[in-house]
């Protein structure tokens, strides 16, 4: 069993690296954060959240969780969210922000909450 967190927030992968495989998009916006979900999902990965929430953000992080399984099965719920979130992006979350440090907390906080 492993988690896999895809993030283009620094403050989330200095928090967790050394504890979880983080995926870090450096310079990436959250549709490229949403897009390398949806390659995991296809890798038999499962979504912990909904990555629809805080669409309108720069920062995105996704906490994606493989079984250890051998599964060829697609997770056709983590999928569908992920297309969700993929088709209603929102093209202005692609400017960094004026307040980027409360936005990457904000993130951050997220995260700590499906993983603590």
Same mark, same amino acid.
């Given at each position: 069993? +492993?988690? /896999?967190? /895809?993030?283009?927030?620094?403050?989330?992968?200095?928090?967790?690296?050394? +504890?979880?495989? /983080?995926?870090?998009?450096?310079?990436?916006?959250?549709?490229? /954060?949403?897009?390398?979900?949806?390659?995991?999902?296809?890798?038999?990965?499962?979504?912990?959240?909904? &990555?629809?929430?805080?669409?309108?953000?720069?920062?995105?992080?996704?906490?994606?969780?493989?079984?250890?399984?051998?599964?060829?099965?697609?997770?056709?719920?983590?999928?569908?969210?992920?297309?969700?979130?993929?088709?209603?992006?929102?093209?202005? =979350?692609?400017?960094? &922000?004026? !307040? =980027?440090?409360?936005?990457?907390?904000?993130? !951050?906080?997220?995260?700590?909450?499906?993983?603590?």
């Amino acid at each position: 069993m +492993k988690k /896999v967190i /895809v993030t283009n927030n620094s403050k989330v992968k200095d928090y967790y690296s050394g +504890k979880f495989e /983080v995926n870090y998009l450096e310079d990436g916006t959250s549709y490229k /954060v949403l897009e390398e979900a949806k390659e995991a999902v296809k890798k038999g990965g499962v979504v912990l959240q909904d &990555p629809r929430k805080n669409l309108g953000s720069y920062y995105k992080s996704l906490v994606v969780y493989f079984n250890g399984k051998k599964n060829d099965d697609i997770n056709e719920k983590s999928l569908s969210l992920v297309d969700k979130a993929i088709s209603s992006y929102n093209k202005k =979350a692609e400017k960094k &922000p004026l !307040l =980027a440090g409360i936005i990457q907390n904000n993130d !951050l906080d997220i995260v700590k909450k499906i993983l603590n």
